[in-house]
């Protein structure tokens, strides 16, 4: 069980579009995919790409150096990516946005 920490206001994070943040010293970017708030890690584990600065196709993010995709519900890539990116818990409680950072993260 991991510590819930304020990310956003639930308008700020609109569809299709992706917003960088920093949580705890980690770098964690959100986007919406079909009303559904997502948070994902913001670092390709290709070679480190600001995935924040790709797009969303098809439910993922794609990285804007060598085109990775990564799912955004399992964290899964396509090549040349082989390691999934981290998909943080969102909990929505009014109209703000709260991410569950895991315990490793706040050492
Ligand atoms: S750095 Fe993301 S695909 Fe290469």
Known sequence: MGTLV???KVEDVKEGE??????QETPIALTRVNGE???FGDICTHD???LAEGYIEDR???CPRHGAK???ETGKPTFPAVKPIPIYRVVIQGDEVWIE???ASLL
């Open 37 to 39: 708030v997502r948070a």
């Open 18 to 23: 992706i917003l960088p943040l920093i949580l």
């Open 6 to 8: 304020f990310a956003a």
């Open 70 to 72: 990564f799912d955004l």
């Open 60 to 62: 993922c993010v794609v």
């Open 48 to 50: 480190d790409g600001p």
């Open 101 to 103: 950072m895991p315990e």
